[in-house]
C-alpha cells in the first residue's frame, strides 16, 4: 500500500521533470520540422546538428521563450542571430565533410559555430566585439564544444596562419567581399557571404574557388547586421 502511494507521487513528479527538460527538444524537432524540412532544407548532417544545438543557451535569458521561433534573435551589442533557416541554409551550402576546415566570421552568440562543430572537427570562428567573442567562448565551452577555435579581432582579414579553408560562412553583412576571405579559400572551396549596401537588402552570395575562376552565384535576399572593420585596419 505504502509502495503503491509513493509510486504515485513520484511518478507525477519525474514525469514533469522530464517533460520540463524536454520541453527544448520538443521546440528544436518542430522547428526542424516546420521551418527546415518544410522549406527544403535537406542536408542529414544539418538537419542533425539543427535537432541537436540548443539555441536556447545562445540568447540572453528573457529572449529564451522565443528561441526556437521561426525568426531572428537579439543577443546584445545590437547584434543577432539569424533566423534558424538561414543557419541551416547557410551551414547545408557549405557541403561539409567531417574533415573539413571552416571559417566563420562574425562568431556572435557562438550558435552557428556549434552547429558547424557538429558537422566538423575543424572550426575556426572570429568575433570583432570581445564581450560577444567572450561570452561566446564561456557558453561554447560550457557545452563541451572545447575544440572550435575562437579569436577576437576583424574577421575581414581573415585568419591567415590556418589558411586555406575549405569553407568560410560570413555571418555579417558586407559591402564587397574582402579580399583576404577569398585567398584564404582552398581551391575547391566554398564560401557563402551576404553581400550588399550598408543598411539595405543584402545578397547572399556563394563563391566557388576552381583552379581557374572565382565563380559566384546569387542564392537570396537577406538581411544581416553589417560587418564593420576596426578604425586601424581600414
Ligand atoms: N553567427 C552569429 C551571429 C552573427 S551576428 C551567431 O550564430 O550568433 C554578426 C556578428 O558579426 C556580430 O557579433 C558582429 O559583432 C560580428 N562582426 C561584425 N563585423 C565583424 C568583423 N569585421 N569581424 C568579425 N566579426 C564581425
Given amino acids: 500500500?505504502?509502495?503503491?502511494?509513493?509510486?504515485?507521487?513520484?511518478?507525477?513528479?519525474?514525469?514533469?521533470?522530464?517533460?520540463?527538460?524536454d520541453t527544448y527538444q520538443l521546440q528544436r524537432t518542430r522547428m526542424v520540422e516546420d521551418?527546415?524540412?518544410?522549406?527544403?532544407?535537406?542536408?542529414?548532417a544539418t538537419l542533425a546538428a539543427m535537432g541537436k544545438v540548443p539555441r536556447h543557451k545562445f540568447v540572453p535569458e528573457d529572449q529564451r521563450p522565443y528561441a526556437y521561433v521561426d525568426g531572428a534573435l537579439t543577443i546584445g551589442e545590437g547584434q543577432t542571430i539569424s533566423q534558424p533557416y538561414i543557419v541551416a541554409y547557410m551551414t547545408q551550402c557549405l557541403q561539409l565533410k567531417k574533415d573539413s576546415k571552416v571559417l566563420e566570421i562574425g562568431t556572435g552568440s557562438g550558435y552557428q559555430a556549434a552547429?558547424?562543430?557538429?558537422?566538423?572537427?575543424?572550426?575556426?570562428s572570429i568575433?570583432?566585439?570581445?564581450?560577444?567573442?567572450?561570452?561566446?567562448?564561456?557558453?561554447?565551452?560550457?557545452?563541451?564544444?572545447?575544440?572550435?577555435?575562437?579569436?577576437?579581432?576583424?574577421?575581414?582579414?581573415?585568419?591567415?596562419?590556418?589558411?586555406?579553408?575549405?569553407?568560410?560562412?560570413?555571418?555579417?553583412?558586407?559591402?564587397?567581399?574582402?579580399?583576404?576571405l577569398v585567398e584564404q579559400l582552398a581551391v575547391g572551396g566554398r564560401m557563402i557571404i551576404p553581400v550588399g549596401p550598408h543598411r539595405g537588402t543584402r545578397q547572399l552570395i556563394q563563391i566557388d574557388k576552381t583552379p581557374k575562376k572565382i565563380k559566384k552565384k546569387n542564392l537570396l535576399a537577406v538581411r544581416f547586421v553589417p560587418l564593420t572593420r576596426k578604425q586601424e585596419n581600414k
Fill in 115 to 124: 552547429v558547424l562543430a557538429e558537422i566538423t572537427d575543424n572550426v575556426y
Fill in 127 to 180: 568575433e570583432i566585439v570581445e564581450k560577444l567573442g567572450l561570452q561566446a567562448r564561456e557558453v561554447l565551452y560550457g557545452l563541451g564544444y572545447t575544440d572550435i577555435n575562437l579569436k577576437i579581432g576583424d574577421g575581414y582579414n581573415g585568419w591567415e596562419e590556418h589558411a586555406p579553408f575549405d569553407a568560410i560562412i560570413v555571418t555579417a553583412g558586407a559591402e564587397e567581399i574582402p579580399k583576404p
Fill in 1 to 21: 500500500m505504502l509502495r503503491q502511494l509513493l509510486i504515485l507521487s513520484i511518478v507525477p513528479a519525474l514525469a514533469s521533470l522530464i517533460i520540463w527538460q
Fill in 35 to 44: 521551418q527546415l524540412i518544410s522549406r527544403g532544407i535537406d542536408d542529414v
